[in-house]
């Protein structure tokens, strides 16, 4: 289960950008043409996906690292320590920058049937 008030706080973070569906029940996740780029872990660790260059200065600014789940390392997600996700003003261009990195990735196919 999600830590619940972590979970508010990233509601709170989606719904800054009209354009993005906050997904799933057990684990909220956002994505844009297929590509997840951001995600509460059952921890209630928010993940952010970051470009190379913007992942390595998130990690030394913020003193963070990048996330771990199921014992593999995630190489493009970091983790938002908890301080800066209370602090919606000052996370949203790091979620701004998440979003635009995905839609730049190539579109991953529909697993839906028709």
Do not use: C
């Not at 000052?90 to 190539?106: G, H």
């Amino acid at each position: 289960m999600v830590v619940p008030d972590n979970l508010d706080l990233y509601e709170r973070l989606v719904a800054g950008f009209p354009q993005v569906a906050r997904k799933g029940k057990t684990m909220p996740y956002t994505s844009v043409n297929g590509n997840m780029f951001s995600f509460l872990t059952p921890q209630g660790t928010l993940a952010l996906r970051l470009p190379p260059a913007a992942r390595t200065t998130f990690i030394e600014a913020f003193n963070t690292a990048l996330v771990e789940q199921h014992g593999a390392v995630m190489k493009e997600y970091v983790a938002v320590p908890d301080g800066l996700l209370a602090d919606t003003a000052r996370l949203t261009p790091y979620f701004e920058q998440s979003l635009e990195y995905a839609a730049s990735l190539k579109p991953k196919p529909s697993k839906k049937r028709p």
